[in-house]
Nanobody, 122 residues
Framework: VQLQASGGGSVQTEDSLRLSCGASGLILNNVAVGWFRQAPGKEREGVSCIGSNGFTSYRDSVKGRFVVSRDVAKDTVYLQMNSLKPEDTAVYFC?????????????????WGQGTQVTVSS
């Protein structure tokens, strides 16, 4: 199983980016998918997650700015990031949960891959 996050880049404060998460060897539609990020010198933290039923959750600092969604036909998960701030700078990863997995605990996620760098400058 391989997951791949893409769509990162270098932007200015208040700009937007859309990250995409695809997988091979796994049907993302059938599992919860979490977006995590890791800034230099910091622990990886949960940003958002979406269940197989479409239920979503967000960390407080991104509520109202980030939107997680699925394209079922493409078996792809997106993270739309609006009103970006310098503190959003990090490498962003998507991770696929195991059966019944959900939330922001990485212990519930079985698969992840290469991340994508997001850099927000002021």
């Amino acid at each position: 199983v391989q997951l791949q996050a893409s769509g990162g880049g270098s932007v200015q404060t208040e700009d937007s980016l859309r990250l995409s998460c695809g997988a091979s060897g796994l049907i993302l539609n059938n599992v919860a998918v979490g977006w995590f990020r890791q800034a230099p010198g910091k622990e990886r933290e949960g940003v958002s997650c979406i269940g197989s039923n479409g239920f979503t959750s967000y960390r407080d600092s991104v509520k109202g700015r980030f939107v997680v969604s699925r394209d079922v036909a493409k078996d792809t998960v997106y993270l739309q990031m609006n009103s970006l701030k310098p503190e959003d700078t990090a490498v962003y990863f998507c991770e696929a949960a195991g059966p019944g997995g959900w939330g922001f605990s990485r212990a519930r996620y079985d698969y992840w891959g290469q991340g994508t760098q997001v850099t927000v400058s002021s």
